[in-house]
C-alpha cells in the first residue's frame, strides 16, 4: 500500500493489521483494519491507546484513518493567524 498513514491522535505511529484470512469473502479485495502502537494489551490501562478502525477493505479503511477535517482546518487557521501575526 503506497498511502502512508497519519499518527494515531494520541501522538504514537499506527500499523495495519492484515485480516484478509479471516475476511475472504471478496476475492481480491484486501481487508485489515489500522492499530495504535500503544494499544498493548499487555500494558498498564492508563498507558494504553484504544484507538482502532473496525476491519474492511484496506483502501477505504487508509483513508478513513487519514481523514482528519478539524485537525486539517485547524492546522490552516494556525497558518492564518501565523501570517497576520508577522504583519503586526
Known sequence: MSEELKPCP??????????????????????????????????????????KTVCGPLKEVIRSWNNRPREDALKVRIAELEGKNGSI
Open 10 to 51: 494520541c501522538g504514537s505511529s499506527a500499523h495495519i493489521e492484515d485480516q484478509s484470512k479471516t475476511k475472504n469473502k471478496h476475492e481480491g479485495v484486501v481487508f485489515g483494519r489500522i492499530v495504535c502502537d500503544k494499544n498493548n494489551p499487555f500494558d498498564v490501562p492508563s498507558k494504553r491507546c484504544y484507538m
